[in-house]
């Protein structure tokens, strides 16, 4: 584009940005959580890493890849997933809450991942593949994103609850 004005010309040429129907947006940051495995076997404290490779069909995709650390309850492991999540619609804040504006953005999301105990509580495979179903909300805050969520692991088997923080890069 050229923009001309009295006896100077000016060259502007536009940033080299993705467009919203590229397959893959980008990069967006890495995020750290913790939580706990509140319900079933083994009841364990957590914390993992993850990162955001950003948006995928136009903003209606975040994949996820993530590791996490267990430990407690007689045994400690690991697991490793890799997740998509989609946004969800805004939910209206309830009647109670209806003066805080909580300004969250809700999201469900999918996954696969490896989970390894090295003391297996009894019942539980010491490595196996998991189906991971995730219900969360997230908010901007400061420099970066805050996130709480609920991850159900192969149908309710693994029920974690996690909250988090995602410096965006």
Known sequence: MRIQAADTTVTVRPEATPSEGSFLQGFRGVAVFGGVNALGAPRQLLIGVRGDYGTWL??????????????????????????????????????????????????????????????????????????????????AYGPGVLFAEYVSMNFFSFNRLQIGYRLAF
């Open 58 to 139: 136009g903003g209606r995709l975040h994949l996820w890849p993530e590791a996490v650390l267990s430990f407690a309850g007689g045994t400690s492991g690991y697991n490793l997933n890799l997740n998509a999540t989609t946004p969800l619609p805004a939910l209206p804040a309830p009647p109670l809450l209806n003066r805080i504006d909580l300004d969250a953005e809700p999201y469900i999301g999918f996954g696969l991942g490896l989970l390894a105990f090295s003391n297996p509580p009894r019942g539980v495979a010491g490595i196996q593949t998991v189906w991971n179903l995730i219900l969360g909300a997230e908010r």
